[in-house]
């Protein structure tokens, strides 16, 4: 059973020193470790939300970091915690943690490696994103597909209505 935020707040604040409040976040520590397929799904959920504007034939790249510092933040917390918000209080509860230094925390309680591996993973994703959206490659490659869209769209039509046969009239005149 998850523990309310606010709820550990109030109980985290009434700690006087450094180690009482890490004893206290420890003991809302769930795992040290999270496996590596979630840890991607993580990572790319924040990218996805951090990183696109838009949608469907609309969606660009518009990279937001001090969102992507957030979501990474709650991403710790939901990952390794017992700990609860609900989704619609995001900010409210990261200003909150931040506000009392749980954030600072937090890697101290668990896995120095995991947490590093989880941060480099993020990065990897948003660095991917980079690559294969933005690079000179890809914006040639998306060009060249949107052209051949486009003659698939448009010829076809044109293409039904030609008289093959007025054409080979006409190229046979401009022989002679």
Known sequence: MGVN???????????????EKKEFLSQHVITTYIPME???AAAN?????CYWQGDGVNRYLHIDSPSKYMLTCMTLIKLYTNLEYKSDDILEVFNLLNENEVFDLIPKCINQRDFSELNMIIDLVGKDVI?????????ITKQVNRFIDLAANTLPPFLEKL???????????AKE
């Open 5 to 19: 935020i606010k709820s550990f707040i109030v109980a985290f604040k009434s700690k006087k020193s450094e180690d």
């Open 38 to 40: 979630k840890k991607i």
């Open 45 to 49: 959920n924040i990218i996805n939300a």
């Open 131 to 139: 690559t294969n959206e933005y690079d000179n490659h890809a914006y």
């Open 163 to 173: 008289d093959l046969n007025k054409i080979q009239e006409i190229i046979n005149e």
